[in-house]
């Protein structure tokens, strides 16, 4: 892996990624843009402890363009984008309407693909591995932020889910605190550290998982994905390194060398799930990583204390039709007290993903 970086014309930075070690980068950002302006405000909710970010300045950012003039494919013939060459294997750049910047964090862009028709699923696996090289590249650079503490790489597909851009892309959030979610599971990890005297959640949800069968999908030498037992979403797969890790960059290269076969396959399963013919399945596919050492999450229960290495790295893919032709919506239960109602038993998912692999 080759990589370059660069600065657009309003001073965000842009990082070339490429497979090629004689890869060359020269072109610069002709655009007259303006020095990117962000009123991106992180907010504290006293009822519930979280945060919000506000974010006003989104409104006027870059929503569904015709396919020539998306922003996100290469500069070609004249006609001038975010990335300035003519071709690229991946790319990483700020994002101009970032949700969180300066001292609220950091938000990023990742092209994985110069095509603007292609998808994830559509890659080579030597391709996948690059992304995937990518994503652990910026989660090392980014925790090196003073306002970064946990770092997310997600990709959202599909207009269902609310995506503006067709390109196949995704995003990187570098939070500046530890996110709700990820507090939760570290609460958890550390009261069942404590009733088990040191075991480790994670690992014993895999080993039952593994255990049972029912609702494994995929498995490889150094992966597992499975359907939670307590699933959310109507098909929804969670992948896990064999390795326990807590972050990419602490991937080793076996488990490096095999993600792409694995994160590919799922990712064709999902497309095949509600039968030939239908739509691309609109998913979200999402990082788990710990937070960096020194989080307040580490230490807000002193007599049962969790470290980074007790996290574990993990995906979790999952899509919100339920159905062909029906989504599945947040509504009264889930949006107002987070409570989810799954329409579809894992069971079923598991094997309704099992029965569609590639033959």
Same mark, same amino acid.
Request: hydrophobic share 35%; net charge negative.
């Given at each position: 892996?080759?990589?370059?970086?660069?600065?657009?014309?309003?001073?965000?930075?842009?990082?070339?990624?490429?497979?090629?070690?004689?890869?060359?980068?020269?072109?610069?950002?002709?655009?007259?843009?303006?020095?990117?302006?962000?009123?991106?405000?992180?907010?504290?909710?006293?009822?519930?402890?979280?945060?919000?970010?506000?974010?006003?300045?989104?409104?006027?950012?870059?929503?569904?363009?015709?396919?020539?003039?998306?922003?996100?494919?290469?500069?070609?013939?004249?006609?001038?984008?975010?990335?300035?060459?003519?071709?690229?294997?991946?790319?990483?750049?700020?994002?101009?309407?970032?949700?969180?910047?300066?001292?609220?964090?950091?938000?990023?862009?990742?092209?994985?693909?110069?095509?603007?028709?292609?998808?994830?699923?559509?890659?080579?696996?030597?391709?996948?591995?690059?992304?995937?090289?990518?994503?652990?590249?910026?989660?090392?650079?980014?925790?090196?932020?003073?306002?970064?503490?946990?770092?997310?790489?997600?990709?959202?597909?599909?207009?269902?889910?609310?995506?503006?851009?067709?390109?196949?892309?995704?995003?990187?959030?570098?939070?500046?605190?530890?996110?709700?979610?990820?507090?939760?599971?570290?609460?958890?990890?550390? *009261? !069942?550290?404590?009733?088990?005297?040191?075991?480790? #959640?994670?690992?014993?949800?895999?080993?039952?998982? %593994?255990?049972? /069968? &029912?609702?494994?999908?995929?498995?490889?030498?150094?992966?597992?994905?499975?359907?939670?037992?307590?699933?959310?979403?109507?098909?929804?797969?969670?992948?896990?390194?064999?390795?326990?890790?807590?972050?990419?960059?602490?991937?080793?290269?076996?488990?490096?060398?095999?993600?792409?076969?694995?994160?590919?396959?799922?990712?064709?399963?999902?497309?095949?799930?509600?039968?030939?013919?239908?739509?691309?399945?609109?998913?979200?596919?999402?990082?788990?990583?710990?937070?960096?050492?020194?989080?307040?999450?580490?230490?807000?229960?002193? *007599? !049962?204390?969790?470290?980074?290495?007790?996290?574990? #790295?993990?995906?979790?893919?999952?899509?919100?039709? %339920?159905?062909? /032709? &029906?989504?599945?919506?947040?509504?009264?239960?889930?949006?107002?007290?987070?409570?989810?109602?799954?329409?579809?038993?894992?069971?079923?998912?598991?094997?309704?993903?099992?029965?569609?692999?590639?033959?």
């Amino acid at each position: 892996m080759k990589k370059t970086s660069t600065r657009l014309a309003d001073g965000r930075e842009l990082v070339y990624y490429d497979r090629r070690d004689d890869a060359v980068r020269e072109a610069a950002d002709e655009r007259p843009l303006d020095p990117v302006a962000t009123a991106s405000e992180i907010r504290h909710d006293p009822l519930l402890g979280d945060s919000v970010a506000i974010a006003s300045h989104r409104q006027g950012r870059t929503y569904h363009p015709p396919a020539d003039q998306c922003p996100l494919c290469p500069t070609r013939e004249g006609r001038l984008s975010e990335i300035p060459e003519d071709d690229y294997d991946v790319v990483v750049f700020e994002n101009r309407f970032p949700s969180l910047a300066g001292d609220s964090g950091r938000c990023e862009v990742v092209c994985f693909t110069s095509d603007h028709q292609a998808s994830f699923s559509s890659l080579t696996q030597d391709h996948a591995r690059l992304v995937l090289e990518a994503w652990a590249d910026r989660t090392a650079e980014l925790s090196k932020l003073p306002s970064v503490t946990q770092v997310f790489p997600f990709e959202n597909r599909g207009p269902e889910i609310g995506v503006t851009l067709g390109h196949p892309h995704g995003q990187i959030y570098a939070y500046p605190f530890t996110t709700p979610r990820t507090a939760l599971m570290l609460r958890s990890l550390a *009261a !069942h550290k404590a009733a088990t005297g040191g075991r480790n #959640l994670f690992d014993d949800v895999v080993a039952e998982e %593994r255990a049972s /069968g &029912k609702r494994i999908v995929l498995e490889g030498e150094h992966w597992t994905a499975f359907v939670p037992y307590a699933a959310h979403w109507p098909y929804e797969v969670h992948l896990y390194p064999k390795r326990r890790v807590p972050d990419l960059p602490a991937l080793g290269e076996e488990a490096r060398t095999e993600f792409p076969q694995i994160y590919l396959e799922l990712l064709r399963r999902f497309d095949r799930i509600f039968g030939e013919g239908q739509p691309q399945t609109p998913y979200i596919s999402a990082w788990h990583q710990a937070p960096f050492t020194g989080a307040d999450a580490f230490t807000a229960d002193p *007599a !049962h204390p969790v470290d980074r290495d007790d996290f574990a #790295l993990h995906l979790e893919l999952f899509t919100i039709r %339920r159905t062909t /032709g &029906k989504l599945k919506f947040l509504a009264g239960s889930e949006s107002g007290m987070n409570v989810f109602i799954n329409d579809v038993p894992p069971e079923t998912a598991a094997q309704r993903l099992r029965e569609v692999a590639s033959s």
